[in-house]
């Protein structure tokens, strides 16, 4: 046997005493790199195992008025979470859920056994605070209520095409909603609590809490004020109507600010399911496209006012009930014509053979570069999806008759929006501005404006002096002509009316008409611009004077007094009809006492009394207004 020496083993010993200090000091280099280079980073990744997440939904931004009229705001609607692996009894907890939320037990029972985080239930989604209430009495671990919203429309079926509406999950789907959805929406906050393998909540680590940001608030031009009297007006009309739609558009003509829209068939945002998707995936206003038919007169007056090619009162034309042009016969919609006649009482008579010669004095060129520069045949840019381009004739298709056929109307295809842009061009002063209809975006938290949109104008048409002249004219047509439906006493009115035949597979419809009326007031410095589309109303003549015509006027004079402007004595006085109402000046009846009423000689007006006192504090409507005799004066006692 052989022996190792002292030395040898002296040797060897030290060997493993030097590897075991070079073991001892790697572990303990390692072991503090562990603890002091990487311990957040490892204590991070320890609660990001052991964490759990529960979403809180931020609030959607709020769309309000010009005034800050809610028009769009939310509802509280609780949420039902669950973290399966908390759920003790599942078939239990399904039971119980089943009966308060209407669903059955399986498909719950599917969820709550989910192999996941957390999980949403599909009929736990923004439900009643009657039975977030019943869930929470239950007491069952693992089912967490957490906050949520829905989107709210306090005025209902109001403005609906423009609002649009949002999903389930609030997200925008349609109009507004959709156009500013990622400023509306907010960002999304959360709670983490921390559970081990098994899903139980471990006691000694407090909650994380991240709050949602709310989305910024939308502020429109619309007044609601002016919206109401649209959408109360409209009502009307497919009451009386029953019309295949309608169209209406409010614009400050100054600025291009939209004041009001709507259209029927209508329908209400939160219920968008129950109509057909054509009703409510089709803004009219702005989508729409049909031949004008006479308020497209206005741009073809105004080309020729601006180019020299006209003087209204001073130029005479003679209409014998129709033109030849290009081998075709086009005909004045008044049978045996008007006669000879100026040219303002062509406009006023709407007379197609009149406007015939103005596009002939215009030329082709000129004709359809006026057209083009009053912004036809392009979007406008409002800040609203699916707007409509219209249709014109290419140049090189435009002959005589096609040249004479657009000039009053006819033939060319245009969007409401176009037009109301357009007209709004023509008596500004000539400038065509951008119509839009958000205002500005507010932060809720701060109040700061963190957008706002101003005027946009794209050009100049006509000048302030053209300008000028067709608000005279259209001043006229309403005082004296085809128009005079839509007067109202005290306001000066201008606007022209439209009647176009529908086509269908190259051919026009018989007894088939959309019927229009475009109005602005007052007449010498216009504060807003109407515009009225009818499609087809039934039961009555079509005709743009007798059924948009005095749609518009009922808007326009209840508009100006929501605008607080005021009434005025220096009307074009308006041409008598046989049928038209007697007029009589409201009288001043504020300071009075009954007593002092009586002694009045207040003839063909009926007073309705409000209130308890002995002296008049307010009438509705106001002195100087004049209304048809038999109206009621409603007064209100101190």
């Known amino acids: 046997m052989k022996r190792v020496s002292a030395v040898t083993v002296k040797k060897r010993l030290m060997y493993i005493l030097a590897g075991g200090l070079i073991i001892f000091l790697i572990i303990s280099i390692r072991l503090g790199y562990v603890q002091f280079a990487m311990g957040d980073v490892l204590t991070d990744r320890a609660r990001d195992s052991w964490s759990r997440e529960i979403k809180f939904e931020p609030e959607r931004g709020q769309i ?44 719950l029972y599917k969820e709550l056994t989910k192999n996941e985080v957390n999980v949403r239930l599909s009929a736990g989604r923004k439900i009643s605070f009657e039975k977030a209430r019943e869930v929470h009495a239950k007491k069952i671990k693992g089912v967490y209520i957490a906050e949520d919203s829905k989107r709210h429309y306090p005025f209902g ?45 471990m006691p000694n680590m407090s909650d994380d809490y991240e709050a949602p940001i709310d989305g910024y608030e939308l502020k429109l031009t619309i007044d609601t004020k002016i919206q109401s009297i649209i959408e109360r007006e409209l009502d009307n009309a497919e009451a009386q109507y029953n019309p295949d739609g309608i169209i209406a558009i409010a614009m400050n003509p100054n600025n291009g600010e939209i004041l009001g829209m709507s259209s029927r068939p209508s329908f209400h945002p939160s219920q968008f399911r129950d109509v057909p998707q054509e009703v409510y995936n089709r803004n009219l206003p702005i989508w729409s496209t049909y031949e004008p038919g006479s308020t497209f007169k206005i741009i073809t007056l105004a080309a020729a006012l601006e180019e020299g090619k006209v003087n209204l009162e001073h130029d005479h034309f003679h209409d014998p009930g129709f033109v030849k042009v290009g081998g075709a016969t086009l005909k004045c919609w008044k049978r045996g014509g008007h006669g000879s006649q100026s040219f303002l009482e062509v406009v006023e008579n709407s007379c197609n053979p009149g406007f015939v010669e103005l596009g002939q004095r215009l030329g082709k060129e000129k004709l359809f570069q006026y057209i083009r520069d009053f912004g036809f045949g392009q979007k ?39 037009q109301v842009a357009a007209v709004a061009a023509a008596v500004n002063g000539g400038t065509l501005y951008q119509p839009y209809v958000a205002k500005e975006l507010i932060d809720p938290i701060t109040g700061e404006v963190v957008m706002r949109k101003t005027p946009v104008a794209k050009r100049n ?19 004296q002509g085809t128009g005079g439906n839509a007067f109202v006493d005290s306001y000066r009115v201008g606007g022209k009316t439209g009647t176009a035949q529908k086509a269908q597979d190259g051919r026009y419809l018989e007894n088939n008409h959309i019927v229009s009326f475009i109005g602005f007031a007052p007449a010498d410095d216009p504060q807003i611009i109407i515009y009225v589309a009818v499609d087809n109303p039934k039961g009555t003549v079509q005709f743009g004077g007798t059924v948009a015509a005095p749609i518009v006027g009922n808007m326009i004079g209840d508009a100006l007094r929501a605008m607080d402007v005021e009434p005025r004595a220096d009307q074009i006085e308006k041409k008598k009809k046989w049928d038209d109402p007697v007029m009589i000046e409201v009288p001043d009846l504020q300071g009075m006492t009954k007593m002092d009423i009586m002694e009045q000689e207040i003839y063909n007006l009926r007073l309705e009394t409000s209130g308890e006192g002995k002296v008049v504090g307010h009438q509705i409507p106001e002195a100087g207004v004049k209304v048809e005799a038999g109206s009621v004066i409603r007064i209100y006692m101190k």
């Open 64 to 107: 309000v008025d010009r005034n800050g009229v809610p028009i769009a705001t939310n509802e509280s609607a609780p949420t039902i979470y669950v973290v399966p692996r908390q759920i003790e009894d599942a078939a239990d907890a399904a039971e119980k859920l089943a009966a308060i939320l209407n669903t059955s037990k399986e498909t």
């Open 461 to 479: 048409v006509i000048s302030e002096a053209t300008s000028k002249e067709v608000r005279y004219a259209l001043e006229s047509v309403v005082a």
């Open 380 to 418: 406008t840019g409002i800040d609203l999806a699916g707007e409509g381009t219209g249709i014109l004739f290419k140049m090189d298709q435009v002959g005589p008759v096609e040249q004479a056929t657009t000039a009053f109307g006819q033939g060319v295809s245009v969007t409401p929006i176009q």
């Open 157 to 201: 079926e109001y403005l609906s095409h423009v609002l649009g509406f949002t999903g389930i999950d609030n997200q925008g789907l349609m109009g507004l909603e959709l156009f500013y959805d990622e400023e509306l929406k907010g960002k999304s906050g959360s709670v983490q609590f921390f559970s081990d393998a098994k899903g139980k909540r």
